[in-house]
């Protein structure tokens, strides 16, 4: 069974730029959670998607969007982007029922901002 | 509002020895606890997990973790460390609307 998978594994961008990035969940699950990993921050929340809607989100600037397409797949998009957002990105994905009793972490993106 | 404490950012542990990595928290109502691995430049791993029950809980890679109510405790053991041990650890408190909180990790270290 494949896993969580997360594209691309590393991103370069300038700040002020865009940076997109992707999440493909396990087969038949539902939900998509997206975690920031900032060195010295720790892991923080950031978004949930379920059925193709946005369930909750976290303590972050509108800037940090994201949606969650028909197969379940996810992206996460992060907008104006600033020298602090450099970090890991986790996405993460379970069946709904499960909640957070079935988390799957992906191996993350990690996002360098110059 | 929840809360998870992780007092020891780094531990060095002979290769070996016995290992105990502390992780308290802070939450009202019964907690769903949950201990993960993550090995550099790799996502979480799930080690283990209280729900209820018995709160001695069995993990993967031999770890088991023991709920202590009174304390507000979740300390993750495992008798003896292998060098491939070697990782950071983070314990977490599941709350409301299926999103975790975070300890701020553990990084082990093992001496050979």
């Known amino acids: 069974e494949a896993g969580v998978t997360q594209s691309p594994t590393h991103l370069i961008k300038t700040r002020g730029q865009q940076a997109t990035l992707r999440c493909s969940p396990i087969?038949?699950?539902?939900?998509v959670y997206w975690y920031q990993q900032a060195l010295g921050l720790g892991l923080q929340f950031l978004l949930w998607?379920?059925?193709?809607?946005?369930?909750n989100r976290g303590n972050f600037p509108p800037r940090f969007s994201g949606r969650q397409f028909p197969n379940y797949s996810s992206e996460l998009n992060v907008n104006a982007l600033e020298l602090e957002d450099s970090a890991l990105y986790l996405c993460?994905?379970?069946?709904?029922?499960?909640?957070?009793?079935?988390?799957?972490f992906g191996s993350g993106t990690r996002l360098t901002v110059v | 509002a929840q809360s998870v404490t992780q007092p020891d950012i780094h531990i060095t542990v002979s290769e070996g020895a016995s290992l105990e990595l502390r992780c308290n928290y802070s939450?009202?109502?019964?907690?769903?606890l949950f201990w993960y691995v993550q090995s550099p430049g790799q996502g979480l791993q799930l080690l283990l997990k209280?729900?209820?029950?018995d709160t001695l809980v069995q993990g993967i890679k031999g770890f088991e973790a023991e709920f202590k109510r009174s304390q507000s405790s979740f300390n993750l053991r495992k008798p003896s460390v292998h060098w491939s041990d070697a990782a950071e650890y983070f314990c977490?408190?599941?709350?409301?609307?299926?999103?975790?909180?975070w300890g701020a990790g553990t990084k082990l270290i093992i001496k050979p």
């Open positions: 977490a408190v599941g709350a409301p609307n299926y999103q975790l909180i």
């Open positions: 993460a994905s379970s069946w709904r029922r499960q909640g957070i009793g079935g988390y799957t």
């Open positions: 209280y729900f209820s029950g």
């Open positions: 087969s038949g699950h539902t939900s």
């Open positions: 939450y009202g109502a019964t907690p769903y």
């Open positions: 998607y379920d059925e193709g809607e946005e369930r």
